[in-house]
């Protein structure tokens, strides 16, 4: 069974300062990890999308993926109060045959930008 | 390019009534995910299609819900008969290919006194 691990928070986080948020995996062979956002009564929107180990950064956003540790995070940088929201990671895993699996969320962490 | 489509977006059902879910996904995109989002978790997925084949359903309960994608495009989820634990947002995904990013639509929010 694939997991995926979160602190659901909630993340307290000045205005204009780094939020960081973490995320865990299970399964060694996930090959595709994304950051969704999602506004409360609203659906989840996808933030970033990181396939091999490194940063990658896109605005003030910054994804990073650790395979060996199995980590992947999300930075935010000079954090806005319309930042506030749940962020959920999510992972998938490519089979040899060429097909995937969907995508196995985690449950989510809840990050306040404080004015 | 227009999202992905859900219908409806709220219903009130009681237990051991039926109910159905429309999707259509983004235009070209061959895989659709039908996920459940219980309140504060995060998306369960309850089955995956590819074009028109199902492509994993190990946590669809199919004793009481199913799902089908005719002609690879729309898809409908139907639950029969309702309990009060299928409370819960239902949100449609489509991909362009496999392993790469979901996009999801608005949701149908389902509520069963």
């Known amino acids: 069974q694939k997991e995926v691990e979160q602190n659901s928070g909630p993340l307290s986080v000045p205005e204009g300062a780094i939020a960081s948020l973490n995320c865990t995996y299970s399964?060694?062979?996930?090959?595709?990890f994304f950051w969704y956002r999602q506004y409360s009564g609203k659906s989840p929107e996808l933030i970033m999308s990181i396939y091999s180990n490194g940063d990658k950064e896109d605005g003030r956003f910054t994804a990073q993926l650790n395979k060996a540790s199995q980590y992947v995070s999300l930075l935010i940088r000079d954090s806005q109060p319309s930042d506030s929201a749940t962020y959920l990671c999510a992972v998938n895993m490519m089979y040899s045959g060429g097909g995937a699996d969907g995508l196995t969320f985690g449950k989510g962490t809840h990050l306040i930008i404080q004015p | 390019e227009a999202g992905v489509a859900q219908s409806p977006r709220y219903k009130i059902i009681e237990k051991r009534q039926s109910v159905a879910f429309w999707c259509n996904p983004i235009?070209?995109?061959?895989?659709l995910y039908w996920y459940q989002q219980i309140l504060g978790q995060g998306p369960k997925l309850l089955i995956q299609f590819q074009n028109n084949g199902v492509v994993d359903d190990s946590q669809l309960p199919k004793d009481r819900f199913s799902a089908e994608r005719l002609k690879g495009v729309d898809s409908t989820l139907k639950i029969q008969p309702a309990k009060l634990e299928d409370s819960a947002v239902y949100l449609c995904?489509?991909?362009?290919?496999?392993?790469?990013?979901?996009?999801f639509g608005q949701g149908t929010r389902l509520t069963v006194v």
């Open positions: 399964d060694r062979g996930s090959q595709s």
């Open positions: 995904a489509s991909s362009p290919r496999v392993g790469t990013e979901a996009f």
């Open positions: 235009s070209g995109h061959a895989t």
